[in-house]
């Protein structure tokens, strides 16, 4: 402020003031389908209390979360309402992919469980275990807190778009194909960067 | 007339009610069917036909000696080697005597293009378990009133458990039926053969 008092600004920037705010308000959407489920209903109670992070109060709209944190297997059955889900959720959002199951389908690779729900969504952390432990879930939010305070780069996403999304849940022969016998050439990841550029 | 001991459990009471109903079983409906006795001494039924699993269901229902009164389960199993009989698949019915606290399983051989009966007439319970073996089996019923898919995607056409579906072989959804959350199911073709052909 000067002397007069007439004017004022900042010494810090807004966006800053931004990302504390959000690091420390990550209210979590749960979507519990299996024994991760426990495991993060453990995480949110009283014992660990994972409402010390931030993660304080527990939305069952999707409209009121910002973070979803996907606990067990997805079925195909199950893969329109989780990507409904995540349509509904407002900017910004993450998602925490919780346990083998969630982050690349688990011990079921079998006809009926998406492989990694990230072939519908994109990912932010992925939380390793089967199930993860309670411990595991936490540091997965301090991470998710580093990440939106630029400590840690957030990779600019692939971000699925809802077609995509819905071509994994269709499971095109064409896209499947690609998959299947995917390698990283250098070629591969200058075409990758090309696209990128073009993007942008 | 087939009589053996229970070697898994020899002191339980209800060895003697099981060995009444499977001399029952024997002598009025084994004339001209096979009775088996599995490892827990239960016995099966193998009845001749569809339809014949049916009258059987019903006729236990009514017999004073089997007093049958509960539907536990109703699957089937692929008979691809043909071990028990020429036909592709064995349909299987556990019924429950609740009273006598004896259990009988039918069973019956049933062709791929055959149709089964329902038994969701006589057990309300059937509805269900029916879709799910033709969920899982495609085996169609005569007269269900309700016969879609119940585990699976309703966009799903193979049938996962037949023996020649190969287990990590994930669907490839025909583009043109819409997906949907569950508010309006869709109506399944029944025709529909595992290409997503229809006939």
Same mark, same amino acid.
């Given at each position: 402020?000067?002397?007069?008092?007439?004017?004022?600004?900042?010494?810090?920037?807004?966006?800053?003031?931004?990302?504390?705010?959000?690091?420390?308000?990550?209210?979590?959407?749960?979507?519990?389908?299996?024994?991760?489920?426990?495991?993060?209903?453990?995480?949110?109670?009283?014992?660990?209390?994972?409402?010390?992070?931030?993660?304080?109060?527990?939305?069952?709209?999707?409209?009121?979360?910002?973070?979803?944190?996907?606990?067990?297997?997805?079925?195909?059955?199950?893969?329109?309402?989780?990507?409904?889900?995540?349509?509904?959720?407002?900017?910004?959002?993450?998602?925490?992919?919780?346990?083998?199951?969630?982050?690349?389908?688990?011990?079921?690779?079998?006809?009926?469980?998406?492989?990694?729900?990230?072939?519908?969504?994109?990912?932010?952390?992925?939380?390793?275990?089967?199930?993860?432990?309670?411990?595991?879930?936490?540091?997965?939010?301090?991470?998710?807190?580093?990440?939106?305070?630029?400590?840690?780069?957030?990779?600019?996403?692939?971000?699925?778009?809802?077609?995509?999304?819905?071509?994994?849940?269709?499971?095109?022969?064409?896209?499947?194909?690609?998959?299947?016998?995917?390698?990283?050439?250098?070629?591969?990841?200058?075409?990758?960067?090309?696209?990128?550029?073009?993007?942008? | 007339?087939?009589?053996?001991?229970?070697?898994?459990?020899?002191?339980?009471?209800?060895?003697?009610?099981?060995?009444?109903?499977?001399?029952?079983?024997?002598?009025?409906?084994?004339?001209?069917?096979?009775?088996?006795?599995?490892?827990?001494?239960?016995?099966?039924?193998?009845?001749?036909?569809?339809?014949?699993?049916?009258?059987?269901?019903?006729?236990?229902?009514?017999?004073?000696?089997?007093?049958?009164?509960?539907?536990?389960?109703?699957?089937?199993?692929?008979?691809?080697? &043909? !071990?028990?009989?020429? #036909? %592709?698949?064995?349909?299987?019915? $556990?019924?429950?005597?609740?009273? +006598?606290?004896?259990?009988?399983?039918?069973?019956?051989?049933?062709?791929?293009?055959?149709?089964?009966?329902?038994?969701?007439?006589?057990?309300?319970?059937?509805?269900?378990?029916?879709?799910?073996?033709?969920?899982?089996?495609?085996?169609?019923?005569?007269?269900?009133?309700?016969?879609?898919?119940?585990?699976?995607?309703?966009?799903?056409?193979?049938?996962?458990?037949? &023996? !020649?579906?190969?287990? #990590? %072989?994930?669907?490839?959804?025909? $583009?043109?039926?819409?997906?949907? +959350?569950?508010?309006?199911?869709?109506?399944?073709?029944?025709?529909?053969?595992?290409?997503?052909?229809?006939?």
């Amino acid at each position: 402020m000067s002397k007069d008092g007439s004017s004022f600004f900042f010494p810090t920037l807004l966006s800053d003031a931004v990302k504390w705010a959000q690091k420390n308000s990550l209210w979590p959407m749960t979507f519990g389908t299996s024994c991760c489920g426990i495991e993060m209903m453990s995480t949110i109670s009283s014992t660990y209390d994972l409402a010390r992070f931030g993660a304080e109060v527990v939305r069952f709209s999707p409209r009121q979360a910002d973070m979803l944190i996907v606990a067990g297997t997805i079925t195909t059955k199950m893969a329109p309402v989780l990507r409904t889900i995540y349509d509904q959720m407002l900017e910004p959002k993450w998602v925490i992919a919780m346990g083998a199951c969630s982050s690349s389908g688990g011990i079921f690779d079998t006809y009926s469980v998406l492989q990694g729900i990230d072939e519908i969504m994109p990912v932010d952390v992925y939380v390793p275990g089967c199930p993860p432990i309670p411990e595991g879930l936490i540091h997965a939010v301090m991470h998710l807190q580093n990440k939106i305070d630029n400590r840690i780069e957030r990779m600019p996403a692939e971000r699925p778009t809802p077609e995509d999304a819905m071509n994994a849940m269709t499971y095109r022969k064409d896209l499947y194909q690609i998959k299947a016998d995917f390698t990283i050439t250098p070629e591969y990841v200058k075409e990758q960067e090309a696209k990128r550029e073009q993007k942008v | 007339m087939i009589t053996r001991t229970n070697t898994f459990s020899p002191g339980a009471k209800f060895i003697e009610t099981q060995g009444k109903v499977t001399a029952r079983l024997t002598e009025k409906y084994g004339q001209d069917r096979k009775v088996e006795l599995d490892k827990l001494e239960e016995p099966i039924i193998w009845a001749k036909n569809p339809a014949d699993a049916k009258l059987l269901l019903k006729s236990f229902m009514i017999d004073p000696h089997l007093k049958v009164d509960y539907l536990s389960d109703v699957t089937a199993y692929d008979n691809e080697d &043909k !071990e028990d009989g020429d #036909k %592709r698949f064995v349909l299987v019915y $556990n019924v429950t005597s609740i009273e +006598l606290h004896t259990r009988i399983r039918i069973k019956t051989l049933i062709d791929i293009d055959q149709e089964a009966m329902t038994i969701s007439d006589v057990f309300k319970a059937a509805n269900w378990l029916e879709r799910e073996v033709f969920d899982m089996y495609g085996i169609k019923f005569q007269g269900h009133p309700n016969l879609r898919r119940i585990m699976m995607d309703e966009r799903f056409t193979g049938f996962p458990l037949r &023996k !020649e579906y190969p287990i #990590k %072989r994930r669907e490839p959804f025909s $583009n043109n039926i819409p997906f949907h +959350l569950g508010a309006n199911p869709l109506k399944v073709d029944t025709h529909v053969t595992e290409n997503g052909d229809k006939k």
